[in-house]
T-cell receptor, first 116, second 116 residues
Framework: GENVEQHPSTLSVQEGDSAVIKCTYS??????FPWYKQELGKRPQLIID?????GEKKDQRIAVTLNKTAKHFSLHITETQPEDSAVYFC???????????????FGQGTILTVHP | GAGVSQSPSNKVTEKGKDVELRCDPI?????LYWYRQRLGQGLEFLIY????????KSGLPSDRFSAERTGESVSTLTIQRTQQEDSAVYLC??????????????FGPGTRLTVL
């Protein structure tokens, strides 16, 4: 099955700096890579996603890049703000076993702290 | 409309007792997922429903865990003879359908289970 590794486990930045979180995946058949943000005590919420036919996607201060050859994808947050502080999870879908549904395998999460 | 809801929000039980966790997905969402999130960890897939059927139960940790879904709506996750290692937040998510792996999963707030 799919295995997703996420780094770093914690990331501390100053307000206004950029933050980058990286994930690698094992299943070359994975074709969808969402990123979720989970604030303390809250539910995970999708912030951005990318499909395997695209190399980069941006949404305001957030961008995601995908390198299919190397099987890694990254989340980039620019001009960080204190409200960006949260746990961020990457995920990948796997079609292992012939399934075609959105079974997500999640990374272990990155605790991002943005200091004012 | 309303998002995914789960009940109870918190459950404290004694080791050996059975517990039932409930998930109400977004109306019209045919696919439903259960995840387990241990403290400081990522989301661990448990089971997937398409309609009332569960084509993938591969994540259920043991035969003490079971789940059902009725009316293509409400789902219950049952843990029998709870153990301390079952303590975690149990998250439910739903999507429009199971065929595409691109569908955003909408998460519920979770049930925090504590086994004493």
């Amino acid at each position: 099955g799919e295995n997703v590794e996420q780094h770093p486990s914690t990331l501390s930045v100053q307000e206004g700096d950029s933050a980058v979180i990286k994930c690698t995946y094992s299943d070359s058949a994975s074709n969808y890579f969402p990123w979720y943000k989970q604030e303390l005590g809250k539910r995970p919420q999708l912030i951005i996603d990318i499909r395997s036919n695209v190399g980069e996607k941006k949404d305001q201060r957030i961008a995601v890049t995908l390198n299919k050859t190397a099987k890694h994808f990254s989340l980039h947050i620019t001009e960080t703000q204190p409200e960006d502080s949260a746990v961020y999870f990457c995920a990948a879908t796997s079609n292992a076993g012939g399934t075609s549904y959105g079974k997500l395998t999640f990374g272990q999460g990155t605790i991002l702290t943005v200091h004012p | 409309g309303a998002g995914v809801s789960q009940s109870p929000s918190n459950k404290v039980t004694e080791k050996g007792k059975d517990v039932e966790l409930r998930c109400d997905p977004i109306s019209g969402h045919t696919a439903l997922y259960w995840y387990r999130q241990r403290l400081g960890q990522g989301l661990e897939f448990l089971i997937y429903f398409q309609g009332n059927s569960a084509p993938d139960k591969s994540g259920l940790p043991s035969d003490r865990f079971s789940a059902e879904r009725t009316g293509e709506s409400v789902s219950t996750l049952t843990i029998q003879r709870t153990q301390q290692e079952d303590s975690a937040v149990y998250l439910c998510a739903s999507t429009f359908g199971g065929i595409s792996s691109y569908n955003e999963q909408f998460f519920g707030p979770g049930t925090r289970l504590t086994v004493l």
